[in-house]
């Protein structure tokens, strides 16, 4: 049987490297960084989690970074509830999963997907039904007894997938899949293993098999796989608390993802990974100091918590230039902030017209950037308003061309285009002739 075509028209996505992702970071293996690719939305989504889980400030130690050819996973240090919360539930809109870090108190494992062409699926079989697992999804694989799938559930914290075919011969041992998705863990079962395998898009491959299975993917070799939608299949599966830690089992896991392998850091505490349950695709971690902890901040200018700054606002550091940024996506604002203050900038955030209106009384500001419909206000009405009140130095976050006219049409004449990136700001704040920071 020959090889499904790939169906026409699929849109190009936009691309950064893991390094630019990171950048900023103490990282493990930086220079394999900047050969692996996720796409934009990926980068920033899982860059705002991370800052949400180091609270604004640079992690005690180099964080642990490997990659295989289709997954990036990042180990990190979270403390707060609230971030951990915020942290997942961004990743589950990209996909990505958070799950506590194997026999490490307070650390957790961000796993994202890599821009590929090629997608890479753990392929299964229920009955006659061939499944394909996005391998992004897939945490651990075990050969289960029959007998003790329920007992893996209960331990792994994660809820049980009823299946979508049913063996006509229920086998005394199978393959029990652990998935993730943001915070959510469930198990699927399997009646067989075929193993991971890159595949293609099939274009006609007959009716969808139900609400998770609505496009298929083929291999090589011909064989179909109905491709399980992540987010319908867990649609109903509570986060109950924080995952447990899975304890030491009799029942050696057939495969695994990734298991960063590294040196120790001369300045840090000593961590030892994990020792690797497959022979994976790791990285060799390089030697970095561990960055200096910056000063306590003073008791007259607290630090805004993770939660504050995603939900917006916050108090705003004296400096000589200072940012007011009206965004209501959790992603971009937060991305965008980053961006400023490593440009100098003290940055505050809402995310409505009327905490707009409120903030621009707390002024003067350097520069306001608004997005051109807040939830309280569409179409750019408060952008005219903005102008006509005479409102300095403002930028229109936009998303595409037609943003960007509603933009003018108001009154102003610099935008900013999302996804946001560091080149284009850099090319806009000349043009805005902002006075220079104090040094």
């Not at 996909?95 to 392929?123: D, K, N, Q, Y």
């Not at 840090?268 to 994990?274: G, H, L, S, V």
């Not at 006509?388 to 403002?394: D, F, I, L, S, V």
């Amino acid at each position: 049987m020959s090889m499904p075509q790939r169906p026409e028209g699929e849109p190009s996505i936009s691309t950064v490297t893991a390094a630019g992702a990171l950048e900023g970071l103490p990282v493990t293996a930086a220079a394999r960084l900047g050969e692996v690719r996720l796409s934009a939305v990926v980068a920033t989504t899982l860059r705002a989690a991370l800052d949400l889980a180091l609270g604004g400030g640079p992690p005690l130690r180099p964080l642990w970074v490997s990659t295989d050819d289709a997954v990036i996973e990042i180990r990190c240090t979270i403390g707060q509830s609230d971030a951990l919360a915020l942290a997942g539930g961004l990743l589950e809109t990209i996909e990505g999963s958070l799950t506590r870090a194997p026999a490490e108190r307070g650390e957790w494992i961000f796993r994202v997907p890599l821009a590929v062409a090629r997608p890479t699926f753990l392929m299964l079989t229920q009955g006659n039904l061939g499944l394909a697992v996005p391998w992004h999804a897939v945490s651990r694989v075990r050969l289960v007894p029959s007998s003790e799938i329920q007992a893996t559930a209960r331990r792994e914290g994660a809820e049980m997938i009823p299946p979508f075919v049913r063996a006509a011969d229920p086998a005394a041992e199978c393959p029990v899949v652990l998935l993730g998705l943001g915070l959510k863990r469930a198990l699927l079962v399997a009646d067989r293993l075929i193993w991971r395998l890159p595949a293609e898009p099939i274009a006609n491959a007959g009716h969808p098999r139900g609400p998770a299975l609505k496009r298929a993917v083929g291999t090589t070799d011909g064989e179909v796989y109905w491709v399980v939608d992540l987010a319908e299949l867990m649609r109903n599966v509570e986060v109950t608390g924080l995952p447990p830690m899975a304890p030491a089992t009799s029942t050696p896991p057939i495969a695994a993802p990734i298991t960063p392998r590294a040196e120790r850091q001369p300045q840090a505490a000593p961590a030892t990974p994990p020792p690797p349950l497959v022979t994976p695709i790791t990285t060799r971690a390089e030697r970095e100091p561990a960055p200096t902890p910056p000063p306590p901040p003073a008791p007259s200018s607290p630090a805004p918590t993770p939660a504050a700054l995603a939900q917006g606002g916050g108090p705003v550091r004296s400096t000589a230039r200072t940012a007011l940024v009206a965004e209501d996506s959790i992603i971009g604002r937060m991305f965008l902030a980053r961006l400023l203050e490593r440009r100098g900038f003290a940055v505050e955030m809402v995310t409505r017209a009327s905490q707009l209106d409120e903030a621009l009384t707390r002024g003067p500001w350097t520069v306001v950037m608004a997005d051109v419909d807040l939830p309280d206000s569409a179409h750019a009405d408060h952008l005219r308003r903005l102008v006509a009140a005479g409102t300095p130095c403002m930028v229109a976050l936009v998303r595409d061309r037609d943003d960007e006219e509603l933009a003018l049409a108001s009154g102003i004449r610099h935008s900013l285009r999302k996804p946001f990136e560091a080149e284009a700001l850099d090319r806009l704040l000349p043009i805005l002739e902002l006075p220079r920071k104090e040094s």
